[in-house]
């Protein structure tokens, strides 16, 4: 080793932090090649007594370094934490797994019980994760409280083994007394992408210990999402999700959005920049208004939120007690909503908790509403039924009619009981519905309230502009409708927040107030539809805060309500009057 090497190597262990057991070569910028350039660092940790933690970020490590070390961990059977990341720069990829190997099979055969393990910032690929494998699924990972991966490239096939690994470590130590209790996971800017994403999602539901969870930048889509959701809500201990910068869009927003539901102990969520779009942030607003009651950090930034929307989410973080930032920045807000915003939020003494709104995208353009949909979303059986105009054509209605029929058989998806077959006139009228037809029902009427659930807010909100485009003033058919109306609103805003919210997301998707996501077409707006609604917003099942999420849309709309002026002043006015109680 040269004098110079030596030199440098001793004034780096000078600075060495001793002391609790812990010992640290972190940033010294070490180049240990080889057993002759750590012979005083391996003395150093044979001569730790007690040791529980090294440290060796920031300093490069070759494979004979890394076999020299490992000998003299051999015998540190207290070792709990090791702090390895960015710890291979300059190395060859295939030295780093024959590497690890030694490192991992020195904790092993000391009989080391980790409770953390950092590798973040070595740009190992699937091959380095084969290189933790067998640790990993050893005793000495069986008290593993966090694993921390982040920037590792791991990709599809890392995230498929590093799970395996954490099923079978689960495995294993469960059938000794004690599972594996993983509390942080990290793993961002992995490549993980969905079958990545999926696979962990299998081991995080098993485990069920979960309290943080950071993977952002994986390229994630939708289904991969999902996965992360479903296993997300068997993680009660749940205090920090970040997700930030994957592609939830709908799909994906709402699944969160329901796994959330499950969660009390949530304080930070992180979607910036996942594309959770006006929908997802009504949803995770839903979420807001009967759950997360210890959040504290909420951020939707970048996710072509759009004005209305990001005001349904500050009116729902009003009354968190613990909430200390919302970062609503980069959407679509726009000058105007910016200022809305910031007005709403200062109005009730809550300002300093909105995040800038510098990288506001502005309101979007009307010619691009259809443009931004994202392929996966065009195959969703669930958006299939929007296709057709809620108008009086009958023969496009007829498709969504045959669905609604097949809810009432075995066929059912959602939780509800299996429902008798509805008459053929119910049939008649949903497939070609008409006011003379509306009154021949009589008291068969109550029928259509079948025809709406919770669990399909597209559907749902198409036969409600069926029933209320018939709207006359005639007093007969007024009854008629506005007590059909009753029926299905009263059956669909009596649920949870995020069951009401989503179909009145779908409603003014529908109405053509709220851009979606998907195939659904627009309703053709009629005053009948409006003057339904007004009648609602009045009776006892039309909450204060379903009336003050309308109200967000209506008010920011007037474009669109031009073409029924008198129905949508009429409207407006009982929205108004309801917020204020």
């Given at each position: 080793m040269a004098s110079d090497d030596i030199a440098q190597l001793a004034d780096a262990l000078s600075k060495t932090h001793v002391g609790d057991g812990e010992l640290s070569y972190k940033g010294q910028g070490l180049k240990l090649d080889d057993a002759e350039s750590v012979e005083e660092l391996v003395r150093e940790i044979e001569q730790s007594q007690g040791l529980r933690s090294l440290c060796l970020e920031g300093n490069t490590v070759g494979v004979e370094a890394a076999r020299a070390i490992a000998k003299a961990l051999g015998s540190k059977d207290l070792l709990q934490r090791c702090y390895w990341s960015d710890m291979f720069t300059g190395r060859l990829r295939s030295e780093i797994p024959t590497a690890l190997r030694f490192l991992?099979?020195?904790?092993?055969?000391?009989?080391?019980?980790?409770?953390?393990?950092?590798?973040?910032?070595?740009?190992?690929?699937?091959?380095?994760?084969?290189?933790?494998?067998?640790?990993?699924?050893?005793?000495?990972?069986?008290?593993?409280?966090?694993?921390?991966?982040?920037?590792?490239?791991?990709?599809?096939?890392?995230?498929?083994?590093?799970?395996?690994?954490?099923i079978e470590c689960h495995r294993k130590s469960s059938a000794l007394g004690a599972p594996l209790r993983l509390r942080v996971f990290v793993a961002g800017r992995n490549r993980l992408e969905n079958e990545g994403a999926s696979a962990l999602a299998r081991a995080f539901q098993l485990m069920g210990s979960l309290e943080e969870v950071h993977m952002p930048q994986n390229g994630i889509n939708y289904a991969g999402v999902m996965a992360l959701a479903s296993a997300m809500r068997h993680n009660p201990e749940l205090r920090t999700l970040n997700f930030n910068d994957n592609t939830f869009t709908k799909k994906g927003t709402m699944a969160m959005a329901q796994a959330?539901?499950?969660?009390?102990?949530?304080?930070?969520?992180?979607?910036?920049?996942?594309?959770?779009?006006?929908?997802?942030?009504?949803?995770?607003?839903?979420?807001?208004?009967?759950?997360?009651?210890?959040?504290?950090?909420?951020?939707?930034?970048?996710?072509?939120?759009?004005?209305?929307?990001?005001?349904?989410?500050?009116?729902?973080?009003?009354?968190?007690?613990?909430?200390?930032?919302?970062?609503?920045?980069?959407?679509?807000?726009?000058?105007?909503?910016?200022?809305?915003?910031?007005?709403?939020?200062?109005?009730?003494?809550?300002?300093?908790?909105?995040?800038?709104l510098s990288d506001d995208e502005g309101e979007p353009d009307d010619e691009d509403e259809d443009e931004d949909e994202d392929d996966e979303e065009d195959d969703d059986d669930d958006e299939d039924d929007g296709d057709d105009d809620a108008s009086d054509d009958c023969n496009e209605d007829n498709e969504a009619d045959g669905e609604i029929m097949k809810e009432n058989g075995t066929s059912r998806k959602d939780d509800s009981p299996e429902k008798p077959q509805s008459p053929a006139e119910v049939v008649s009228f949903l497939s070609c519905p008409s006011a003379e037809k509306l009154l021949q029902l009589g008291e068969m009427r109550t029928n259509l309230q079948e025809h709406v659930t919770a669990s399909d807010p597209h559907r749902a909100a198409l036969v409600f502009v069926k029933i209320a485009s018939l709207y006359r003033e005639d007093p007969e058919t007024k009854t008629a409708v506005l007590e059909t109306i009753d029926a299905v609103l009263k059956k669909l805003l009596s649920g949870s927040a995020l069951q009401s919210y989503s179909f009145l997301s779908a409603l003014l998707v529908m109405m053509g107030l709220l851009r979606g996501e998907g195939k659904m077409k627009k309703a053709s707006l009629t005053p009948g539809q409006l003057l339904c609604l007004e009648h609602a917003v009045q009776q006892e099942y039309f909450a204060e805060h379903h009336a003050s999420l309308l109200h967000s849309f209506t008010s920011r709309n007037s474009e669109a309500l031009k073409c029924c002026s008198s129905a949508g002043e009429r409207l407006s006015s009982a929205l108004e009057k309801k917020c204020q109680h």
């Open positions: 991992g099979g020195a904790l092993m055969s000391a009989g080391a019980r980790l409770t953390e393990l950092d590798l973040s910032d070595n740009a190992f690929g699937p091959d380095g994760v084969k290189g933790i494998e067998q640790l990993l699924k050893s005793p000495s990972c069986h008290t593993l409280r966090e694993l921390k991966l982040n920037n590792c490239g791991m990709g599809i096939g890392g995230g498929k083994i590093l799970s395996e690994a954490l959330l539901r499950h969660l009390r102990n949530v304080q930070v969520i992180n979607f910036g920049d996942c594309l959770v779009r006006s929908e997802g942030a009504i949803a995770i607003a839903a979420v807001l208004r009967e759950g997360l009651p210890i959040l504290k950090e909420l951020n939707l930034s970048f996710g072509e939120v759009t004005e209305a929307a990001a005001l349904v989410v500050a009116q729902a973080v009003m009354d968190k007690p613990h909430m200390e930032k919302v970062d609503l920045n980069g959407n679509s807000l726009g000058e105007e909503g910016c200022e809305a915003l910031r007005e709403v939020m200062e109005n009730s003494n809550k300002g300093d908790m909105l995040a800038s």
